[in-house]
């Protein structure tokens, strides 16, 4: 009669919770190993990454000598005259050696061979030039064709592979017409392999594609369309996995193909704590199973039937005096506390829904809104207080009325909605409008029925929202103005990282340059790499102050304040900038208050102001002229001008300073580099500071920059109000 019985009903439902688990304990161990492959594959590709990086970076040395003989005008000279003094001075077997190329050869516009260098790098001995190299230079294969063009690449010899540059041979400025072409060789031999595995600490393997492979580099070989843009990662068996990658020829064609192979370490140790984690849940799984079954039955089942047959005879029955007697303090026994009271409650329920009656009416008399309802004929039946105030009537009158025929609710604010083709398509309409006296209203009209099904009549609401359509207006604009200043301190601050991150890169490795640590540079190599040092740096400067324009803007700047020795500060400034000052003979003075001794602030931004006020000064001053550097007590601040002797700033051009990428007559010639944002930090900073700043300025003889912070910082205010901020200029 009622099939199954529950204790059954339970044990059907522990074992598909336990299947269920089950499968989801093998989904997720799947998954699991799955990211655990993907991990691997993760580490292998950077490990991979290594030996490429060891490769190209060897590859892009040679490249890079090759391109400075190349452009330079003692070759450029002998490639026109072939003088014996360029080859005895520059092409000894130890410049090659010191270079760590195995041939060096000279070739003429016409592709002709003008000089050939080759040594063993081992032995530092001459050797014959390989006699296939010398038939594809005749061939006119790596000689370059215009001034910017560059080959580069791999050649297959007989002896063994060699990578290639060849690069037009110009004057050191870079200009032609062009001479001919240098090239520089480097044998990819057994040597230079253990050297990358040494120093990349792996497993390194290379073919050649004109030779025979094993059948994992020939699947390789044969898919090199997809293996020249990625590397190919690969288990080789359950305790190895290799990554591929290839190295083209100097037409762009497979030539070499290697390997590097790595221990299956991660992926083994995960495997087998997998295995033991998830062996442990299902035995975990199935213990439980079994124990949560036996405590139903015993606990719960039981008493459920007892439950079970009290409403079943009660309903039979129908005795409604009967009480159900279950012991324990539970949530069976409240269950059974709860049939016990519902009939009483049964009446109760019915005294609540009629005053739950009357509380709509008088919740609805109390909206705002305006709400009526009609009948099929548009007729009023029911109307709230707030309705019924705009109709300027009470209900009694309203009854019965055709909505249209009240002079208030005729025009626009019935007709909006068709109530005629919501009787008929029972669909609930709404919308919004504005009236011709500008107010904006919205209309919702909701068809009612009875319990057949049929509609009745329409429940409509009307309620006033100018002044939110207007909020709305003036939110929606301060959010497009928001996103506009975030999006534009946002593109800031991303193009100053994208930016500094290749730039730390041109200055570390000029700098390396500078030190020589990979060789001795000529003093021509040292002045150019010195250059590149420098104007790296200024365009770090630059971006830096770009990004903390960003941080500003973007309310992410933050002080760090700290005690330090102000005159200390003051006079490291000083020798930072003497070089600069030296240049137009320009002494920089510095008179300091005796009383001031230890500043509290924060000490990298104190130094940013000062840097920029004491350079434009040394940048504006006239030469052998001095800079003045003074600080003075001010109250509870301390006051520090910079003044100069030099042209000084034009009345008309004076409103332009302390404002982002904005430069006077002066800033804005190319005879001094900047972005216009130095002194609009300066302002910013010494804002964050609580502090003002101020400048005077008379053309043909100079200019005063001023500002002044509190003494001790944070340590004198309580409540981290800021004082009020000026700027005077005359």
């Not at 296939?132 to 050649?155: A, N, P, Q």
């Not at 007709?415 to 083709?421: A, F, K, Q, V």
Request: hydrophobic share 40%; proline share 3%; charged share 25%.
């Amino acid at each position: 009669m009622f099939g199954i019985d529950i204790s059954k009903k339970i044990f059907i439902i522990t074992i598909l919770i336990f299947a269920v688990l089950t499968a989801t304990f093998a989904f997720t161990y799947n998954i699991q190993l799955s990211n655990f492959l993907g991990l691997e594959k993760a580490d292998t590709l950077k490990n991979v990454e290594r030996v490429q990086n060891a490769v190209y970076t060897e590859q892009s040395y040679i490249n890079n000598m090759a391109q400075d003989w190349a452009c330079w005008d003692d070759t450029y000279r002998f490639i026109e005259d072939g003088n014996q003094e360029y080859i005895n001075v520059n092409l000894q077997n130890q410049t090659l050696d010191g270079l760590k190329v195995n041939v060096m050869l000279f070739v003429n516009e016409t592709g002709k061979l003008v000089y050939s260098k080759s040594i063993d790098i081992n032995t530092g001995e001459e050797t014959p030039v390989p006699v296939d190299l010398l038939e594809l230079v005749e061939s006119g294969v790596l000689s370059t064709k215009s001034e910017d063009d560059v080959i580069r690449g791999y050649v297959l010899l007989n002896r063994s592979p060699m990578f290639v540059s060849c690069h037009p041979i110009l004057t050191t400025r870079y200009e032609g017409p062009m001479k001919g072409t240098l090239i520089f060789g480097r044998y990819f031999d057994i040597d230079l392999l253990n050297y990358f595995r040494e120093s990349t600490y792996s497993s390194i393997l290379m073919y050649r594609v004109d030779e025979k492979m094993p059948p994992d580099f020939q699947g390789k070989f044969q898919n090199s369309s997809d293996l020249s843009d990625r590397v190919i990662v690969e288990p080789l068996s359950e305790e190895k996995i290799a990554g591929y990658f290839e190295l083209s020829d100097v037409s762009g064609q497979p030539a070499i193909i290697m390997r590097t192979d790595f221990p299956r370490d991660l992926y083994m140790n995960s495997k087998r704590a997998l295995n033991s984690m998830y062996f442990f849940l299902l035995l975990t799984g199935l213990v439980t199973g079994v124990g949560v079954k036996f405590a139903l039955d015993n606990f719960f089942v039981s008493r459920l039937t007892e439950i079970d047959n009290f409403v079943t005879k009660v309903r039979s029955e129908k005795d409604l005096s009967r009480r159900l007697d279950l012991k324990d303090n539970d949530e069976l026994y409240r269950l059974a506390k709860e049939i016990n009271g519902m009939l009483n409650e049964i009446e109760l329920a019915e005294q609540e829904l009629k005053v739950q009656e009357r509380e709509k009416k008088v919740l609805l008399d109390s909206l705002n809104e305006m709400v009526i309802f009609v009948n099929p004929q548009l007729n009023i039946v029911w109307a709230n207080k707030a309705a019924l105030e705009y109709m300027h009537m009470d209900l009694e009158k309203a009854k019965g009325i055709h909505l249209k025929a009240i002079p208030s609710m005729s025009g626009p604010l019935v007709e909006h909605l068709p109530l005629e083709e919501i009787f008929s398509s029972g669909n609930k309409e709404s919308g919004e409008f504005t009236t011709e006296d500008g107010n904006s209203w919205s209309i919702q009209a909701t068809p009612v029925t009875d319990d057949d099904g049929k509609i009745i009549g329409v429940l409509e609401t009307f309620r006033d929202i100018t002044g939110k359509k207007a909020v709305e207006k003036l939110i929606q604009e301060k959010q497009i103005a928001e996103i506009a200043n975030r999006t534009k301190s946002e593109f800031l601050a991303n193009i100053s990282h994208e930016l500094r991150t290749p730039l730390n890169s041109i200055i570390g490795f000029s700098d390396l340059l500078c030190e020589q640590i990979f060789g001795e540079l000529n003093e021509k190599q040292l002045r150019y790499a010195g250059n590149i040092s420098k104007s790296g740096k200024h365009l770090l400067s630059l971006i830096n102050d770009i990004l903390d324009l960003s941080k500003v803007e973007a309310g992410k700047m933050e002080l760090d304040y700290t005690e330090f020795e102000l005159a200390g500060k003051l006079n490291t400034i000083k020798n930072l900038l003497a070089p600069i000052a030296d240049r137009k003979s320009i002494q920089i003075e510095i008179e300091v208050d005796s009383r001031l001794t230890n500043l509290y602030a924060d000490e990298a931004k104190f130094a940013q102001i000062m840097y920029n006020l004491v350079d434009n000064a040394i940048k504006f001053a006239s030469e052998n002229s001095p800079v003045n550097v003074g600080a003075r007590m001010k109250g509870d601040k301390v006051e520090i001008t910079v003044t100069d002797i030099g042209a000084g700033i034009k009345p008309e051009d004076q409103h332009k300073l302390f404002k982002p990428f904005s430069q006077v007559d002066y800033f804005a010639s190319k005879q001094h580099q900047g972005t216009g944002l130095g002194l609009y930090l300066v302002k910013q900073i010494v804002q964050m500071h609580r502090g003002y700043v101020w400048f005077r300025s008379v053309p043909g003889e100079g200019s005063t920059f001023a500002f002044a912070i509190p003494i001790n910082g944070k340590k004198s205010d309580g409540n981290d109000t800021a004082p009020h901020i000026k700027e005077q200029n005359s």
